[in-house]
């Protein structure tokens, strides 16, 4: 039988995404102030606490935990939270949530996955990555995810492919460069690292609300790392996805999650 290497489909398509920008802190620094229109929804949040179905006297490590969507909720049904993130606007964003939430049992530091030994970090009952993983190297990192946990790893992922099939072909001419979604590939890395997997998708119509439609295109031309000279294609596309209800527009998409949870005993 041939073995595939997942690891390095991974990455290629990590590059190809130029997604490995994101696991920068600088990159979350330039917007952690920013309103953002999010893609989550309520529905979304349940899914993904009935998929942890924490325990009271839990202790719990989130990596990259942003402005503390999931944090919050994280610090009301465990013991104890540390928040792992490599960005001091991300930081200064989720210290004032949990202030104003009045949950005082988080620890944040500032750091990634890939200084963890540098840190010190010691055991938690569950690690937990909801959206976050930006990693090159990927069987390393679940792999010490895996090490830092004395019960599981619940981790949460999109189970659509990354990149739309049309701005494939905006920056790169062809719609068959990224065509694996996230939670296929983690799941063979973690199959031929010997771990059971359980996984469970969960769709969900994601509504965004923007300023105006140079908003919406900015976000988009943002995330996907798209030239200025192609954002009038950038353009044509987001005026294709958008509604209005009243004067600001809107985009309301069908989006699936994916949880991978894994025993590290």
Known sequence: MVKIDWNSIWDTQMLLTDRARLNDGRFWDKISNEERASPFTEELLEFQLECLALKGDETILEIGPGKGRLTKELGRRAAHVTALDPSQGMIDSLTLTLSEEGIDNVEIIKGSLEDIEKISIGEHDVVVASYSLFMMDM???????????RDRVVVFVPANIRMPVAIQN???GTDAVIQVPDHVMLFNILWYMGYPTDVLVKSYTAKREYEDLEAAVDEHMRFHNVPDYKREDMTQYVRSLVKYDGVRPI???????????WRSV
């Open 139 to 149: 069987s390393k990192c679940l792999k010490m995810m895996t090490k830092l946990s």
């Open 170 to 172: 905006i920056l790169h």
């Open 251 to 261: 985009i309301e998409q069908e989006r699936s999650t994916a949880m991978l949870r």
